[in-house]
C-alpha cells in the first residue's frame, strides 16, 4: 500500500469537504441578507433559523480545517508501532489512523480513515504486528503496519 497516494486522497476530500462548506456558507449568507432586506421584521424567526444555520456550517468547517491541519504534520515514515499516520491492517479490514473522514477506496480495497480519538484506534494505539486488541467485544489481529 502507497501511504502517501492514501494521503493525497484524504487530502483531496477534506479539501473537497471544506470548499463544499464555504460554497454553502456563501449562499446561506446571501440568502439571510436577501431575507432582511425584503420581508422586514415579522420573518425574525426565519432570518434566526438561517443564522444558525450558518453558525452549524462554520462549525463543520473549522473540523475540516482542523483536520486539513493536522494531516500537514502526518507522519507517512514507515512505523514499529501503531500511531498516528499509521496504516493497519488487521484480519478485518484496513485502517488509516488519520482523521475522521470514514471509507474510501483505493486499488480496488476499502480502506477505513480514522480519527486517533476513535476507539478503534485507542485500542491499536501502541502495539504491533502480531498484537491483538478488542473493540466492542471483537478481537482483531495486527497484520500489517505501514
Do not use: C
Not at 456558507?25 to 415579522?42: A, H, L, V
Not at 425574525?44 to 438561517?50: A, F, P, Q
Not at 443564522?51 to 512505523?79: A, D, R, T
Amino acid at each position: 500500500m502507497n501511504k502517501l497516494e492514501i494521503l493525497k486522497i484524504v487530502r483531496e476530500k477534506i479539501s473537497e469537504k471544506i470548499q463544499n462548506l464555504e460554497h454553502l456558507i456563501t449562499e446561506t449568507r446571501e440568502s439571510n441578507n436577501e431575507t432582511k432586506s425584503s420581508m422586514g421584521d415579522k420573518y425574525e424567526t426565519g432570518r434566526e433559523m438561517l443564522q444558525q444555520e450558518i453558525n452549524n456550517l462554520q462549525i463543520q468547517l473549522n473540523e475540516h480545517q482542523k483536520s486539513e491541519n493536522f494531516l500537514k504534520f502526518l507522519n507517512v515514515n514507515p512505523h514499529q508501532a501503531v500511531g498516528n499516520g499509521s496504516f493497519v491492517e488487521t484480519e478485518k479490514g484496513l485502517f488509516y489512523i488519520a482523521v475522521s473522514l470514514g471509507e474510501i477506496v483505493f486499488e480496488k480495497r476499502k480502506i477505513f480513515v480514522i480519527s486517533p480519538e476513535s476507539p478503534i484506534a485507542k485500542a491499536m494505539h501502541g502495539k504491533k504486528i502480531a498484537e491483538n486488541f478488542i473493540v466492542n467485544n471483537l478481537s482483531q489481529t495486527i497484520l500489517k503496519i505501514w
